[in-house]
């Protein structure tokens, strides 16, 4: 059977170990030469990049998030074990793991790094889909002969690359499709190296449960558990007509995912749709100047995500969700695009107030959408606001001077409500 060292990337038949450094990293499977399309997932990729710049937590739990009234944004592996999620409300990670040590995020670092994974990924090929700052689909059809090497030498060599040159790990997923080798990048966390075959691809899937399916989460997870379809092998027992009158146009795409079938091309640049923010609070709450400086803090961070992505979104939505779980979404239209955080916060500011006092809340959201390039953003003048021009430019000036001096080196007062 083919085997693949990780560690000396030496080619060589079965064995327990690489039989030129003895290293036991190794990965067999007999296609292992024939597959061509992965994907490959940073392992707690902040937490990761936090560890790197500072060894003195490379053997704490380490949390990436705000304070106690924030959710989590990643947990490290050691904080994992003791439960803590992405997603997952501060106090109550801080409970399952009180010795964490709790970092607030840097995201212009993150995407620095992640531009740098992204440079690594297109040396070995154009075919480069992202669908985060740490994770992304690769198509390296084709490339064997250009680099002398099959596919899966490259991942392998990309992930040592990785970890030697900028610190961190990732595990690859490799499959005949993108589906098959997303679920492959889980398999093998963290700095794993996993293959779904297309010969072992149905005794894989069947007796999974069909909770693996990127987008079924609780609702539709209990409507399918309603149905009796629990598992894979439960979803291939019904035909394409009964799960399409059953599921709606999610029903076709159930049936091919049952039998491992994903037509889907890894697709360059795949456009950004939005770009958004949101926080879960410790407890509800009405408080105006409470929301006021989330908002605030919010638009802040979508309008960093924007700039360092060069879009700009012509739509902003306020999304706020009350303590009966009931969601609020306002959108409003402007006549250009912006990417400026006080623009993107006086427009959120505004639905808000127009919603009038249904609260106390339990979430808050603020993102952008309609996103285009941001060479035509911030340019048309605003008749109603006049000041507007100005407070642009000093916001410009601002991430001059914060890019130059640190995220902190200018504050304003309204973020420290």
Aim: overall charge positive; some cysteine; aromatic content about 6%.
């Amino acid at each position: 059977m083919p085997a693949l060292c990780r560690d000396c990337l030496t080619r060589f038949d079965t064995g327990a170990r690489c039989p030129s450094c003895r290293s036991p990293r190794i990965i067999a499977h007999p296609e292992l030469w024939d597959l061509s399309i992965a994907h490959m997932d940073c392992d707690a990729f902040y937490a990761s990049v936090e560890k790197r710049d500072n060894p003195e937590l490379r053997d704490k739990p380490v949390i990436i998030g705000g304070g106690r009234r924030g959710v989590v944004s990643t947990a490290c592996y050691i904080a994992r074990i003791k439960g803590v999620r992405s997603a997952m409300p501060m106090f109550q990670a801080l409970k399952l793991c009180p010795e964490a040590v709790v970092v607030k995020g840097r995201m212009d670092t993150y995407v620095e790094v992640s531009k740098q994974v992204r440079q690594m990924m297109e040396e070995l090929t154009p075919s480069v889909e992202p669908l985060s700052l740490d994770e992304a689909f690769l198509d390296l059809t084709g490339t064997a002969r250009l680099h002398h090497a099959p596919p899966a030498v490259l991942l392998a060599r990309l992930t040592k690359r990785m970890k030697t040159e900028l610190g961190i790990t990732g595990s690859i997923g490799l499959s005949h499709n993108k589906f098959l080798a997303k679920v492959a990048s889980d398999l093998d966390k963290p700095h794993g190296f996993a293959i779904i075959g297309k010969a072992e691809t149905q005794a894989f899937l069947d007796p999974r449960p069909v909770s693996l399916i990127w987008g079924v989460g609780n609702a539709s997870g209990a409507s399918l558990e309603a149905a009796g379809i629990r598992t894979f092998a439960d979803l291939k027992r019904w035909d394409k007509e009964q799960l399409v009158a059953r599921f709606g146009s999610m029903g076709e795409r159930l049936y091919h995912l049952a039998r491992g079938e994903d037509h889907r091309r890894v697709t360059r640049n795949a456009p950004v749709k939005s770009i958004s923010n949101e926080t879960t609070f410790h407890e509800d709450t009405a408080d105006p100047e409470v929301l006021d400086g989330h908002i605030w803090r919010l638009s802040e961070k979508v309008s960093d995500r924007a700039k360092a992505k060069g879009k700009a979104g012509r739509v902003v939505t306020l999304k706020l969700k009350r303590a009966n779980h009931r969601i609020l979404t306002r959108q409003s239209q402007l006549t250009d695009p912006t990417q400026i955080a006080d623009r993107i916060y006086r427009t959120a500011r505004d639905l808000f107030d127009h919603v009038g006092d249904q609260g106390p809340y339990r979430l808050l959201g603020v993102g952008i959408s309609h996103l285009s390039g941001d060479d035509t953003a911030d340019r048309v003048g605003d008749l109603l606001d006049p000041n507007a021009g100005r407070r642009a430019d000093a916001e410009r000036a601002t991430d001059a001077i914060r890019q130059r001096f640190g995220p902190d080196a200018i504050v304003k007062g309204r973020s420290l409500r």
